[in-house]
């Protein structure tokens, strides 16, 4: 058990559908993160919540849509995908920004499929 | 730009080998290193971390070493199981209001009987 939970594990969508990815932290962390991890490529981070306050988005594509409600849950939803959007997302969390002394804590991911 | 190179991508060795993994960074200005160790279906967990002044940290057969000169970090695997199958991350972080997180791609290690 990693303190931080994602739901589903593995997802199959069709490129019409909508769905969402949840996240829930035990750990009492300030800072919640989405990563995408496709094959033999480094992680990239897609957005960053702090105190639930939305403070770093990288460029992401409108159609994944993150939602905060609280320090404890993080949401991705997602609609209108394409096949390339089919990766390992991955929910990290961390007492405050990442320092010495707060690492990112990782879920163990939705394994997403869009076909 | 800031970046982190793996190598090599991908090894397989014999149970109770010893093995070594690469990581070579161009991260400005320098915060820290950290190792992850990825199982298959899993999230990265932290292995080791080091700073500027550290060179060598250990977490049982696990020896990660810091050469901030040449930008490089090792780690070391010794005596290795079939459970240390996995992927190895390297994460260097650049030192800004916050740390600033970059990812490496990974190698990814196979134990074999």
């Known amino acids: 058990e990693t303190g931080v939970t994602q739901t589903p594990r593995h997802l199959v969508m069709g490129m019409t559908n909508k769905k969402s990815l949840k996240c829930e932290q035990h750990l009492g962390h300030n800072a919640m993160y989405w990563y995408k991890q496709s094959a033999k490529k480094p992680l990239e981070l897609m957005f960053v919540?702090?105190?639930?306050?939305?403070?770093e988005n990288n460029s992401v594509p409108s159609r994944f849509s993150p939602e905060c409600p609280n320090s404890s849950h993080l949401f991705l939803h997602l609609h209108t995908l394409q096949p390339e959007d089919s990766a390992l997302y991955l929910c990290?969390?961390?007492?405050?920004?990442?320092?010495?002394?707060?690492?990112?804590?990782f879920g163990n991911g939705t394994r997403l499929t869009v076909t | 730009k800031n970046q982190v190179e793996q190598s090599p991508q991908s090894l397989i060795i014999l149970e109770g080998k010893n093995c070594t993994l690469q990581?070579?960074?161009?991260?400005?200005?320098?915060?820290?290193l950290r190792w992850y160790k990825q199982d298959t279906g899993r999230g990265p967990v932290s292995l080791t971390i080091?700073?500027?002044?550290?060179n060598t940290k250990s977490n049982g057969r696990y020896t990660a070493t810091l050469d901030a000169d040449t930008k490089q970090s090792s780690l070391h695997i010794t005596a290795s199981q079939l459970s240390d199958s996995a992927s190895y991350i390297c994460?260097?972080?650049?030192?800004?209001?916050?740390?600033?997180?970059?990812f490496g791609p990974g190698t990814s290690l196979s134990v074999i009987p």
């Open positions: 080091m700073t500027f002044s550290e």
């Open positions: 990581c070579n960074y161009t991260v400005s200005p320098f915060s820290n």
């Open positions: 990290a969390s961390s007492p405050g920004r990442p320092s010495y002394n707060s690492p990112l804590h």
């Open positions: 919540y702090s105190l639930e306050e939305r403070v």
């Open positions: 994460v260097v972080s650049a030192k800004t209001s916050y740390d600033k997180v970059i």
